[in-house]
């Protein structure tokens, strides 16, 4: 099994910052997926960044290149989503998730297998 405990989210202002953290505990295989989406109210589950624990090999969203950076600590199994220049549409709950496949980098939230309870971030205008 493996476990994903997401921390981070909070609110802050238009054009602030926030770093998001995902500790991963269990069968972390170093094949996996770490991935991050986001759910706004009303609004379908939507992927955000991934990146593989072995290469680090990344993959964005259009609507975040360029102002979000994933990234990862192997020693503490931990995942992070830097997020900068936020603004009010990027308002989610945001959720770390785990793709066990051995190759790509999958984009849609049946691809993952294993999902935390997510960490809230609000931007405000």
């Known amino acids: 099994q493996v476990q994903l405990v997401e921390s981070g989210g909070g609110l802050v202002q238009a054009g602030g910052s926030l770093r998001l953290s995902c500790a991963a505990s269990g069968r972390i295989f170093s094949h996996y997926v770490m991935g991050w989406f986001r759910q706004a109210p009303g609004k379908e589950r939507e992927f955000v960044a991934a990146?593989?624990?072995?290469?680090?090999?990344?993959r964005y969203a259009d609507s975040v290149k360029g102002r979000f950076t994933i990234s990862r600590d192997n020693t503490k199994n931990t995942v992070y989503l830097q997020m900068n220049s936020l603004q009010p549409e990027d308002t989610a709950v945001y959720y770390c998730?785990?793709?066990?496949?051995?190759?790509?980098?999958?984009?849609?939230?049946?691809?993952?297998?294993?999902w935390g309870r997510g960490t809230q971030v609000t931007v405000s205008s």
């Open positions: 998730a785990a793709d066990p496949r051995p190759s790509g980098i999958g984009v849609r939230p049946n691809d993952y297998n294993y």
């Open positions: 990146t593989r624990w072995s290469s680090g090999s990344t």
